[in-house]
T-cell receptor
Framework: RKEVEQDPGPFNVPEGATVAFNCTYS??????FFWYRQDCRKEPKLLMS???SGNEDGRFTAQLNRASQYISLLIRDSKLSDSATYLC????????????FGQGTELSVKP | DAGVTQSPTHLIKTRGQQVTLRCSPK?????VSWYQQALGQGPQFIFQ???????QRGNFPDRFSGHQFPNYSSELNVNALLLGDSALYLC??????????????FGNGTRLTVT
């Protein structure tokens, strides 16, 4: 079993749609969770951290369920510029530097 | 404020050769981590350097080695290159290695092709 697993992609959605990405992780002792965004042939960039109480940043909402070892990202009112690969990321040992990345889910938002 | 810089951007090598990739961390950061990203996959952790020492290591063979200099910059060396080493190599910098919730900042990466 992979340490971090994500929904297979790609997701093709029209502008304005709501899209949800899911992710599960295997290490129950994991402490820190993130969503990164990666544009084609570019470096990953932090989209948002994920907190136990859930958190929102504009059109983006992240949720964490520690009991189920499940992380989600919801994007509302998708824009063309949201097209990218979304990476679910876990820091299993709460030590900076060693992040475990999921395979990534590609999102394509169409006009 | 310069971000994480990596060089070179692209590199083509032949099987069996050796390669050195370079990274300068973001200003104010003192830890450097290296990741390998194969096509269609998420980045895989290679190792992390802090205070000029390797602090954590992922599941990579000894052919992968590194170094951190007093100015916090870092090198990744790969010996005896294999075709499977072809990937995007990403450098990430951060501060305070014990704080797992500190975000990492990635460089643009070096795309290595082994023929």
């Amino acid at each position: 079993r992979k340490e971090v697993e994500q929904d297979p992609g790609p997701f093709n959605v029209p502008e304005g749609a709501t899209v949800a990405f899911n992710c599960t992780y295997s290490n129950s002792a994991s402490q820190s969770f993130f969503w990164y965004r990666q544009d084609c042939r570019k470096e990953p960039k932090l989209l948002m951290s994920v907190y136990s109480s859930g958190n929102e940043d504009g059109r983006f909402t992240a949720q964490l369920n520690r009991a189920s070892q499940y992380i989600s990202l919801l994007i509302r009112d998708s824009k063309l510029s949201d097209s990218a690969t979304y990476l679910c990321v876990v820091n299993p040992y709460n030590q900076g530097g060693k992040l475990i990345f999921g395979q990534g889910t590609e999102l394509s938002v169409k006009p | 404020d310069a971000g994480v810089t990596q060089s070179p951007t692209h590199l083509i090598k032949t099987r069996g050769q050796q390669v050195t990739l370079r990274c300068s961390p973001k200003s104010g950061h003192d830890t450097v981590s290296w990741y390998q990203q194969a096509l269609g996959q998420g980045p895989q952790f290679i190792f992390q350097y802090y205070e000029e020492e390797e602090r954590q290591r992922g599941n990579f063979p000894d052919r992968f080695s590194g170094h951190q200099f007093p100015n916090y910059s870092s090198e990744l060396n790969v010996n005896a290159l294999l075709l499977g080493d072809s990937a995007l190599y990403l450098c990430a910098s951060g501060s305070i290695p014990g704080q797992g919730n500190s975000p990492l900042h990635f460089g643009n990466g070096t795309r290595l092709t082994v023929t």
